[in-house]
């Protein structure tokens, strides 16, 4: 695409940007050599690992201590008798990526999983060891870990301190109206993170200085919560996070482990490392909690949505706060007289919940798109033609107008592609074999957040530069994308760009979440290479001796590391005006963040299509065909943002039909924490799948017209397949996952 | 307690003293620190520990580094010095089937051997065969396509 976009004077994004690269880490990590936290080893290292609790609620009566001390090549072992406290409360909230640092402070047990002691070894297996041989005795107390058991709690807020309840409109004089509405009641399970790698962190003092290799989505954030907990100054730390073998938010948000780790290679004065086992991740460090939800659409005799109510309950920690925001799913998708949603929680002994790859939105969607179907039957219509019909012009949360909506030619590409005008309207009509087969549908959509973000950019004698800022890649590919945009800030070719990134001694890039990673840190990168360029432009303009002399300040244009006059043509390297004006080097600086209070409502959107198979005898479902459009702004780099979108559909798979994570009521505990049992999609799972983008100009969510595509995926997939479900059986499960004992023991046949 | 340990690693005769209790993929990462074999399970299941124990590939996670003695162990590092995996890199590479990185080694260690027992497995085939190695990113698709490209390039190579 030649669409090139003028957004500061000089520099134009559109030469490297746009370009479908490959990654610039993919070398590394095809030879072994990228490294992750955990392969870190400094001289002395001490390993630690956690004992953690096998009940959910009560008390640690007894560890035996001298037994775990005795194994040989112990070094040290903390308990909440014992344990270094942390410098402030553990429920300090410095920012708002802070949950409660949960660090051994009390006997208390709050979660099945928590951490309850701390063994430092020599060697990481006598360290297991030990912390078995703590052989933890407790005075249980009876857990309450379900929706339907746990304590219902007054909120006014979801997650990131979002309003519980919103209403706009007369819903009750739009329901008057209406000539029939539909309920939809939907369950979603808890759901862990599961990144591959597991979440891990080496601590190291020198002094009073500390190094931290840790993965993590938000370096300069987690460097003022280490510095804040640890009663030390910021800049006396050093996080290194150059890859994350993925994080999906839950490596946004520190957890005590961490901060133990620190505090315990402080009180020995040797490097600890601690990696948390897959059994120890469900718990600690976040999770999507489960949700009831419950939809009514009213709708008027033309098929049109009068009035929707979105109603969610949902739960989190006895200790902390953090809700699934739900129902905000519905705020902005579709058009409605009158709109009401609201959010109750519960507190559970469960960890606290979090962020998990499109956090709200995902099971939000799920609901949503299920009673989009339910309504286009009860309308009548094709699902697509119901979508259509009330397709949103302006958000009807707040009757802004979109910064851009290119979801109708999402849907147009995707049905196109998919096939979709075949579909019989009727269920069970389409066979593939003895199997069932299914077809439906769900949109897309996802909010354009913008943190706030600071990079360097530095010109060098030869010509060629180097940009800076502590951005996260945690596969995403933000080395590669952010690369493309530094280049095309600075007016050079990308092999010219040297990247720093990936440690927190350089400029805060914010956080890697919320689909706004590209949009933030990128828009710092491109004004901070704007601003390089602007300097070079008052040196060649105002030097008599430049071919730019009196060019003018607007004249200029920087393309492939020289500045071109925009009259005559004639154009000076950018290091022979370096040289001239007797410089080594030319540094400029820019800031990423959204200007003003937004006017515009600003979403990415899409159209996801699904085909499933059912087995009429046994209930089992596979997906045989994935098809989505998307329209997410300006793409950066195609090939990665492709990856991107597939990621998060395949996500929506596991949503759909295969992850739960699953606790034994009685004790609380899990009774499928690790990869077998808590099943994710492998390849065999992942049908024939495509991912299209529609091409999209937006001039009002940032200047570089940048929305996200790390999230999107997930919604509309889970809704889709659930759709299709219907279509190939006539049944609907009220609950995702949708698994063959949904099916087969709804009573109906199959 | 530990034991002498004889092996070859990467072509490399190793003599070291290990816990009997030590696992493969511990002691190449932490005693050899050979760390592109990764972590992800430490059950078998995810397939990120993969490494060929004489020329079979095993999950390091499940093999204690003992059981090792007297054999020769190829790691991604191995394999990819020595160009046996050439191919396969480039194309995952330039097909985009890796994001964070973090099952590569594993996959492509799966991959290599699946064309050496199965020199042109269909879409499907390399599916299965892949389905033990899990990518939470996902790339799934896009390393299908790199094997099937990678299947394609070297008929072409061994036709010409
Ligand atoms: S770590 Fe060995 S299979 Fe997962
Ligand atoms: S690339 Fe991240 S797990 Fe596969």
């Keep these: 695409m030649a669409d090139v976009i003028n957004t500061q004077g000089h520099v134009r994004l559109g030469s490297n940007a746009g370009q479908g690269l490959t990654r610039r880490d993919g070398v590394l990590k095809v030879t072994g050599a990228a490294t992750y936290a955990a392969d870190n080893r400094p001289e002395g290292l001490l390993h630690a690992v956690t004992a953690t609790a096998t009940i ?68 990481l297996e006598a360290a297991t060891e030990a912390a078995r041989l703590l052989a933890p005795r407790y005075e249980a107390e009876t857990p309450h870990v379900t929706l339907d058991d746990a304590e219902p709690f007054e909120t006014t807020t979801t997650a990131f301190g979002r309003p519980a309840d919103h209403s706009s409109g007369d819903i009750g004089k739009a329901r008057a109206t209406a000539a029939r509405h539909v309920v939809a009641e939907v ?45 030390i100054e ?28 620190v505090l315990a290679a402080r009180d020995t004065g040797r490097p600890v490392k601690l990696v948390l086992r897959r059994d120890q991740m469900y718990g600690p460090v976040g999770h999507r909690a489960p949700t009831r939800q419950r939809l009514r659409l009213d709708l008027d005799e033309d ?171 945690m596969g995403q590919g933000a080395w590669t994308a952010l690369a493309q945009i530094a280049a095309d800030g600075l007016g050079l070719d990308i092999d010219r760009v040297e990247f720093r990134s990936g440690h927190s001694d350089l400029p805060d890039a914010g956080v890697a979440g919320g689909s706004g990673h590209t949009a933030t840190a990128g828009t710092a990168l491109f004004n901070a290479g704007a601003d390089v360029v602007r300097r070079l432009v008052d040196l060649a ?97 195609p090939r990665l943002a492709r990856s991107q979108l597939l990621g998060g559909m395949v996500w929506g798979i596991g949503f759909a039909l295969q992850e739960e994570a699953l606790h034994d009521a009685r004790t609380g505990r899990f009774t499928n924490n690790d990869l077998a049992g808590y099943h994710i999609p492998v390849n065999a799972d992942a049908p024939m799948i495509e991912a299209l983008t529609v091409h999209e100009d937006d001039p009002f969510v940032n200047a570089l017209g940048i929305k996200g595509v790390g999230e999107i995926g997930v919604t509309g997939t889970v809704g889709a397949i659930g759709n299709a479900v219907w279509h190939a059986t006539g049944l609907r499960s009220q609950r995702f996952p949708i698994h063959p004992e949904s099916l087969i023991l709804s009573g109906e046949s199959l | 307690m530990t034991l002498p340990l004889h092996l070859t690693v990467n072509g490399q005769s190793v003599a070291e003293h290990v ?43 499940l093999v204690l580094a003992v059981q090792a003695a007297g054999s020769e162990v190829q790691t991604i590092e191995g394999l990819a010095e020595s160009g046996a995996l050439a191919d396969l890199q480039r194309a995952f590479h330039e097909r985009n089937a890796l994001q964070c990185g973090y099952c590569t080694p594993g996959m492509l260690i799966t991959a290599h051997s699946l064309l050496e027992t199965t020199p042109a497995p269909d879409r499907g085939e390399i599916r299965t065969a892949l389905s033990g190695n899990f990518c939470r990113c996902t790339g799934y698709e896009s390393i299908v396509d790199a094997i099937a490209v990678t299947i394609e390039r070297r008929a072409e190579g061994a036709g010409a």
């Design chain 2, 19 to 61: 816990e009997p209790r030590t696992s493969l993929a511990d002691f190449l990462r932490d005693r050899l620190r050979l760390t592109g074999t990764h972590l992800g399970c430490e059950m078998g299941v995810c397939g990120a520990c993969l490494v060929l124990l004489d020329g079979k590939p095993v999950h390091g996670c």
């Design chain 1, 187 to 231: 369950e979603t399970v808890a759901q862990y993170h599961n990144a591959m790698e597991p979440h891990a962190i080496v601590a190291r003092w020198t002094g009073d200085r500390l190094e931290i290799d840790t993965p993590n989505q938000a370096i300069g954030l987690a460097r003022q919560t280490f510095a804040a907990f640890l009663g």
């Design chain 1, 303 to 473: 098929g049109r949505i009068a009035a929707l109510q979105h109603d969610t309950l949902t739960m989190t920690s006895s200790f902390d706060h953090f809700l699934e925001g739900a129902s905000n799913a519905s705020h902005s998708l579709y058009a409605t007289a009158a709109l009401q949603t609201t959010h109750r929680g519960l507190r559970a002994d469960i960890g606290t919940p979090g962020p998990m790859r499109a956090p709200g939105e995902a099971p939000g969607s799920a609901a949503l798109e299920v009673a989009m179907d339910l309504a286009a039957q009860a309308a009548g219509l094709d699902p697509l033609a119901f979508r259509l019909r009330n397709h949103a012009e302006t958000d009807p949360s707040n009757g802004m107008a979109f910064s851009s909506k290119a979801l109708r030619e999402c849907y147009a590409q995707a049905a196109d592609l998919f096939g979709w005008a075949d579909r019989p309207a009727e269920p069970r009509r389409m066979r593939q074999g003895q199997l069932l087969k299914g077809w439906g549908m769900g949109s897309a959509q996802f909010p354009c957040p913008m943190f706030t973000a600071a990079a360097h950019a530095t010109l060098r004698a030869d010509g060629s530069a180097v940009v800076e800022t502590s951005a996260a890649d």
């Design chain 1, 541 to 637: 303009t105002g030097d008599p001796a430049s071919p730019l002399f009196g060019a003018g300040n607007s004249g200029v244009t920087a393309r492939g590391g020289r500045l071109h006059r925009n009259d005559d043509g004639r154009s000076e390297a950018y290091e022979d005006i370096l040289a001239r004006a007797g410089l080594d080097m030319l540094r400029g600086e820019g800031t990423g963040a959204r200007e003003g209070q937004p006017t515009r409502a600003m979403f990415s959107h899409g159209a996801v299509f699904a085909e499933v198979l059912v087995d009429p005898d046994l209930g089992q479902i596979r997906v045989s065909r994935l098809v989505g459009a998307f329209a997410a702004g300006r793409i950066i780099n």
């Design chain 1, 56 to 123: 959910a609620r009560g008390r640690v009566t007894h560890l035996d201590v001298a037994a775990a001390e005795a194994h040989p090549g112990v070094v040290k072992l903390y308990t909440p008798d014992n344990v270094p406290p942390l410098a402030v409360s553990p429920d300090e909230k410095i920012h708002p990526f802070v949950w409660r640092m949960e660090a051994l402070q009390s006997d208390r047990v709050r979660y099945a999983g928590q951490p309850i002691a701390l063994v430092l070894a020599e060697t």
């Design chain 1, 234 to 261: 910021p800049a006396q730390i050093l996080i290194r996070s150059p890859f994350l073998g993925g994080g999906f938010g839950s490596k946004a948000i520190l957890y005590g482990g961490q901060l133990l780790a």
